[in-house]
């Protein structure tokens, strides 16, 4: 093949390239191979994973912790199993971009090898899903998708390339002779508010007496975290992150309480039912929200919502107020604002400071009648082990639940860690690996730990020899309780004789796997075991396994939302 032409896979590779494409994730199957031809000749890295899922997650998690796009590339039958990739970054909006090398264009629709709509499948899950149809517009179509990813609300998208045009040739400067004629990203469009609508936000906040912000997703993807701090610590006002996201703001910053959910953090409880007026910046009202409703929101309080696109205001149509504004814009306009509300700050610090001793005396009363090791003290101890700066990493249901408590309690006592990651808010078991090894990658000299239920990494651990592949020691703790707990518990009380059923799993020896493989595993039966076994799997400078048996308890956000017997869900 000469110089002046390139495979179809190999134009792929190049326009990938030229947005500026860092990584990309596959299981290499036959129908990519010219696109990875084109990604080994220009150099860009390419992680080989055991499962096409793992790939997805993989990107999900590099985007998550980059917030840039992430490449998962896929062959036919390897599409349907990064499905659930798709969801969960859809979950996350996170902007990854799933290529799939699919059947040959030419007898579309005749049976051919592999053949799926893989279109038709990945549209309710992605914000554009694409089949690319002539190889003159590769450039045109990756373009396209690359807009949709980070315009507005980021999310995944989905380009199909069929095999036939994966192989044709195409002139090295295909689609480059009409506009726009350069192939590099541009800057993501930002949406700044109109001033005869924000001046009515800003003066309900201004004559409000207690105020409350309720920051999501949006304020992550648009990087406004520290202005939301610095904003709303210097005014006063009281922040709560939606449940199901990756942390905004570290734990010190003196504004940020915790989650925005009753169970997980009950002072959240009082401050938004007392508040007059409550900010959902970047966030959706969606089921975490009671869909804007009381008894969350109560009907007497203004309830307003900020949102960079349009797409996520139509989400939010039940609120009293609505901004099309991009966060970081608005945030710089309400840190204008004459008011202040120290003392209504400082009452959500006490009762910060009161929940937090409830459960440190609660835990002491547990270690007292027990001898297996509580979920939340496992948490609490090995954050213990932590440094400021580390990572921290949760999956699973139970112990999904309970770590969000003990991040919240370590923060509380001083521990600032870099970032928090965690299944979104479709509550997709097995991403856990997948998350730690992307923050790893991009904070090699920090410590990265996961909390990982047992059933959690049943569903997605086959992607720790990745860990091994690219080099990257975390440190799995696994809280084994010997079953899928959380769904036990929802069961033997929803069941009329109160018993469980096809939850458990028996014993696994999960630190032999990771000895096995070549890491560091050690089983840990007590309390006082676990703080030198942590010790020694973060020295040990393999991928390590911390196999805790501990309780299973319930955590109070099951347990509240499956008390009754006609309840079939925790939503």
């Given at each position: 093949?000469?110089?002046?032409?390139l495979?179809?896979?190999?134009?792929?590779?190049?326009?990938?390239?030229d947005?500026?494409?860092?990584?990309?994730?596959?299981l290499?199957?036959?129908?990519?191979?010219?696109?990875?031809?084109?990604?080994?000749?220009?150099?860009?890295?390419?992680?080989?994973?055991?499962?096409?899922?793992?790939?997805?997650?993989?990107?999900?998690?590099?985007?998550?912790?980059?917030?840039?796009?992430?490449?998962c590339?896929?062959?036919?039958?390897?599409?349907?199993?990064?499905?659930?990739?798709?969801?969960?970054?859809?979950?996350?909006?996170?902007?990854?971009?799933?290529?799939?090398g699919?059947s040959?264009l030419?007898?579309?629709?005749?049976?051919?090898?592999?053949?799926?709509?893989?279109?038709?499948?990945?549209?309710?899950?992605?914000?554009?899903?694409?089949?690319?149809t002539?190889?003159?517009?590769?450039?045109?179509?990756?373009?396209?998708?690359?807009?949709a990813?980070?315009?507005?609300?980021?999310?995944?998208?989905?380009?199909?390339?069929?095999?036939?045009?994966?192989?044709?040739?195409?002139?090295?400067?295909?689609g480059?002779?009409?506009?726009?004629?350069?192939?590099?990203?541009?800057?993501?469009l930002?949406?700044?508010?109109d001033?005869?609508?924000?001046?009515?936000?800003?003066?309900?906040?201004?004559?409000?007496?207690?105020p409350?912000?309720?920051?999501?997703?949006?304020?992550?993807?648009?990087?406004?975290?520290q202005?939301l701090g610095?904003?709303?610590?210097?005014?006063?006002?009281?922040?709560?992150?939606v449940?199901?996201?990756?942390?905004?703001?570290?734990?010190?910053?003196?504004?940020y309480m915790g989650?925005?959910?009753?169970?997980?953090?009950?002072?959240?409880?009082?401050a938004?039912q007392?508040?007059?007026?409550?900010v959902?910046?970047?966030g959706r009202?969606?089921?975490?929200?009671?869909?804007?409703?009381?008894?969350?929101?109560?009907?007497t309080?203004?309830?307003i919502?900020?949102?960079?696109?349009?797409?996520?205001?139509?989400?939010?149509?039940?609120?009293?107020?609505?901004?099309?504004?991009?966060?970081?814009?608005?945030?710089?306009?309400?840190?204008?604002?004459?008011?202040?509300?120290p003392?209504?700050?400082?009452?959500?610090?006490?009762?910060?400071?009161?929940?937090?001793?409830?459960?440190?005396?609660?835990?002491?009363e547990?270690?007292?009648?027990?001898?297996?090791?509580?979920?939340?003290?496992?948490?609490?101890?090995?954050q213990?082990q932590?440094?400021?700066?580390?990572?921290?990493?949760?999956d699973g249901?139970?112990?999904?639940?309970?770590?969000?408590?003990?991040?919240?309690?370590?923060?509380?006592?001083?521990?600032?860690?870099?970032?928090?990651?965690?299944?979104?808010?479709?509550?997709?078991?097995g991403?856990g690996?997948?998350?730690?090894?992307?923050?790893?990658?991009?904070?090699?000299?920090?410590?990265?730990?996961?909390?990982?239920g047992?059933?959690?990494?049943?569903?997605?651990?086959l992607?720790?020899?990745?860990?091994?592949q690219e080099?990257?020691?975390i440190?799995?703790?696994?809280?084994?309780?010997?079953?899928?707990?959380c769904?036990?518990?929802?069961?033997e009380?929803?069941?009329?004789?109160?018993?469980?059923?096809?939850?458990?799993?028996?014993?696994?020896p999960?630190?032999?796997?990771?000895?096995?493989?070549?890491?560091?595993?050690?089983?840990?039966?007590?309390?006082e075991?676990?703080?030198?076994?942590?010790?020694?799997?973060?020295a040990?400078?393999?991928?390590?396994c911390?196999?805790?048996?501990?309780?299973?308890?319930?955590?109070?956000?099951?347990?509240?939302?499956?008390?009754?017997?006609?309840?079939?869900?925790?939503?």
């Amino acid at each position: 093949m000469s110089d002046s032409r390139l495979r179809g896979g190999a134009l792929l590779a190049h326009a990938l390239k030229d947005k500026g494409v860092e990584r990309v994730f596959t299981l290499a199957g036959g129908f990519c191979n010219p696109a990875l031809e084109g990604f080994m000749e220009l150099q860009l890295p390419v992680v080989n994973c055991p499962h096409e899922q793992v790939a997805g997650h993989l990107a999900d998690g590099h985007a998550r912790v980059t917030r840039k796009p992430t490449v998962c590339l896929v062959g036919p039958e390897g599409f349907a199993n990064a499905v659930p990739a798709m969801l969960e970054a859809g979950g996350e909006r996170s902007p990854v971009i799933f290529v799939t090398g699919s059947s040959t264009l030419k007898r579309q629709g005749a049976g051919g090898f592999k053949e799926i709509d893989d279109v038709a499948i990945a549209a309710p899950l992605v914000k554009y899903s694409v089949q690319i149809t002539d190889g003159e517009r590769i450039r045109e179509f990756v373009d396209r998708a690359w807009m949709a990813a980070t315009s507005g609300y980021p999310g995944p998208v989905h380009i199909s390339l069929p095999v036939d045009i994966m192989f044709s040739s195409f002139d090295h400067d295909a689609g480059l002779n009409e506009r726009p004629y350069s192939t590099v990203a541009r800057p993501a469009l930002k949406a700044w508010p109109d001033p005869s609508a924000l001046e009515p936000v800003l003066q309900a906040i201004t004559a409000a007496q207690k105020p409350v912000l309720i920051a999501g997703h949006g304020v992550w993807w648009s990087g406004a975290e520290q202005a939301l701090g610095e904003v709303c610590t210097k005014l006063g006002i009281p922040i709560y992150n939606v449940p199901y996201h990756q942390k905004l703001l570290q734990e010190n910053c003196d504004a940020y309480m915790g989650l925005a959910d009753f169970h997980q953090y009950a002072p959240s409880k009082p401050a938004i039912q007392e508040a007059d007026v409550v900010v959902m910046l970047g966030g959706r009202l969606d089921n975490q929200m009671n869909f804007g409703n009381p008894p969350f929101f109560p009907a007497t309080q203004k309830l307003i919502c900020v949102n960079g696109s349009h797409e996520e205001l139509e989400f939010n149509r039940a609120a009293d107020g609505l901004l099309l504004s991009d966060p970081g814009a608005f945030l710089q306009a309400l840190g204008s604002i004459e008011s202040r509300w120290p003392t209504w700050l400082d009452v959500q610090k006490e009762r910060r400071a009161e929940w937090v001793q409830q459960w440190l005396t609660h835990l002491e009363e547990e270690e007292r009648t027990h001898t297996q090791l509580h979920p939340l003290q496992l948490s609490l101890d090995v954050q213990a082990q932590l440094q400021d700066q580390d990572w921290l990493v949760f999956d699973g249901g139970n112990t999904h639940f309970w770590s969000e408590i003990g991040a919240n309690i370590a923060g509380f006592n001083g521990l600032t860690l870099s970032g928090i990651l965690h299944p979104g808010s479709y509550s997709l078991l097995g991403v856990g690996v997948s998350l730690a090894l992307s923050a790893k990658a991009h904070h090699m000299d920090k410590n990265v730990v996961l909390i990982s239920g047992d059933g959690a990494f049943l569903s997605g651990g086959l992607s720790i020899e990745t860990a091994f592949q690219e080099n990257l020691p975390i440190v799995v703790v696994i809280d084994n309780n010997g079953g899928l707990d959380c769904i036990s518990q929802q069961q033997e009380r929803l069941f009329a004789n109160g018993s469980h059923f096809a939850t458990d799993f028996r014993d696994i020896p999960f630190h032999t796997l990771f000895e096995g493989l070549g890491g560091f595993g050690e089983l840990v039966e007590t309390r006082e075991q676990l703080a030198p076994a942590m010790q020694r799997a973060m020295a040990s400078g393999k991928p390590a396994c911390l196999n805790v048996k501990c309780r299973g308890v319930i955590s109070p956000i099951v347990a509240a939302t499956s008390d009754k017997r006609d309840k079939a869900s925790i939503e």
